[in-house]
């Protein structure tokens, strides 16, 4: 009787199976939840990332202009003849600006007083009126009630003024937040897009900086970098998986061009700079040195991913090119790669959009340096986006850490745009088989 006792409490297979499947499915579970959990602790700091970057730079495509009746004159302006553009350029433009402001507020007399009066609005307001005159002579001896760009401090403060809450005061001090008070309340104030921020070089004066000339040193070195890494990083895809023989040397080859894609960006500045710069003497800060710095980084993200495109392509596409009298060469021009093309772009993109987010081989160039003017080719010194961003980063104005963020969803906006255009060359190209 016992023995039956024994076996009857002894749990059955079934029992244990249905165990096994339910520890099984909890396990699954779970694991699912921390795949789940991944994903959303990832998209919260991604979150978390655009926020804070969007609500630092988006004030930075706004301007504040301040509006001023100048009256031109000629004598204070030093022109004696409006033909002559040697008087026209070197006209004392802010002289009459000053006198403006001074009639604004005549209460004014320190010269202390004066000075913080003159910092009201930028010290390139001088240029934008030289610009006026050069583009309409005949407002000479004429008054122009004219619009200047304001101050970064005083730009600063009027864009924390207009929100509720706390006043970011910064460098202005009670005089100056008066003054800007009453220009406020005259309507003399007014908020634009800033096109400057677009249209302008690099400068010292936060309001007066702009991302064109890094924008322009960015493309002509990324065109750089896809004339030299494209072909060459597709020529060695093909010659390694159709034609180079399988040995040791080719072993050694793949080895490395592995090993490459793994190696720090600054490895390729140190590079660029023993070979271009100190053996072939290049000049510095040139779009030309930077593509082809560039080129060598992304040289084996383009060969692994054009490797692996050609090896996607079935066998059957290379037999039956060769069974109707095709040579290897016309294979694999007319066969392989036309379906081969998709996953290279892609690959190619890719390498491209991570090239125009490197920073560290470009300082090693001479990249980082201040360049106001704009690049009109790739043998013009030129600066790009990231590092346009490390520069601004770096100042200490508060008015450049609004454009340091703007700059920043700039650079991200055309990695987004750049990651898109390879996922739908690929879904469009893509042929299936």
């Known amino acids: 009787m016992s023995s039956n006792t024994q076996s009857s409490n002894k749990p059955s297979t079934i029992d244990l199976v249905n165990k096994n499947l339910a520890k099984r499915y909890r396990a699954e579970k ?37 509006q001023l009746e100048v009256q031109l004159d000629a004598d204070t302006l030093g022109i004696s003849d409006i033909n002559d553009p040697n008087q026209v350029a070197m006209a004392n433009y802010m002289g009459v600006i000053k006198r403006s402001l001074r009639e604004r507020f005549p209460e004014v007399t320190g010269r202390r007083d004066k000075r913080k009066l003159y910092a ?32 970064d401090d005083v730009d600063t403060y009027i864009k924390s003024y207009s929100k509720d ?19 406020i309340e005259a309507d003399q104030v007014e908020s634009r897009f800033n096109t400057v921020f677009f249209q302008n070089g690099d400068s010292r004066e936060p309001e007066q900086a702009g991302i064109r000339g890094a924008i322009m040193g960015s493309l002509f070195t990324m065109l750089v970098t896809l004339l030299l890494s494209f072909p060459i990083g597709v020529a060695a ?8 023989p399988k040995n040791k040397w ?10 490459l894609a793994a190696v720090p960006s600054i490895i390729f500045g140190l590079l660029g700079v023993a070979i271009f710069i100190g053996m072939f003497g290049m000049p510095r800060s040139l779009p030309l040195v930077g593509g082809m710095v560039l080129t060598l980084m992304t040289l084996p993200t383009i060969i692994i991913s054009s490797r692996a495109a050609i090896k996607a392509v079935p066998p059957s596409i290379r037999e039956a090119a060769l069974g ?33 987010g490197e920073t560290a081989p470009l300082l090693m160039i001479g990249m980082v340096a201040f360049i106001v003017d704009v690049p009109g080719g790739v043998t013009d010194p030129a600066t790009v986006l990231p590092v346009q961003i490390f520069l601004w980063s770096d100042s200490p104005e508060r008015a450049f850490v609004e454009r340091t963020s703007a700059a920043i969803m700039v650079l991200l906006g055309f990695l987004i745009v750049m990651n898109a255009l390879a996922v739908w060359l690929r879904k469009r190209l893509e042929r299936r088989w």
């Open 30 to 66: 779970r694991f699912r939840g921390y795949g789940i959990a991944s994903i959303l602790f990832g998209l919260i700091c991604l979150v978390f990332l655009f926020t804070d970057i969007i609500g630092k730079g988006y004030t930075a495509f706004v301007q504040n202009y301040i």
């Open 120 to 151: 009201l609005v930028s010290n390139g307001s001088g240029f934008d009126l030289r610009k006026q005159m050069e583009a309409d002579p005949e407002i000479l001896g004429t008054t122009q009630s004219l619009w200047f760009m304001a101050d």
């Open 165 to 183: 809450g706390k006043v970011f005061t910064g460098r202005t001090d009670e005089m100056q937040q008066g003054w800007i008070a009453s220009l």
């Open 237 to 244: 895809a093909v010659y390694l998986e159709e034609y180079a």
């Open 250 to 259: 080719t072993d050694l080859i793949e080895v490395n061009i592995n090993n």
């Open 324 to 356: 109707i009298g095709a040579s290897k060469m016309q294979m694999i021009l007319h066969h392989v790669l036309p379906l081969a093309m998709p996953g290279m772009l892609t690959g190619a993109i890719i390498g491209l959009a991570q090239a125009l």
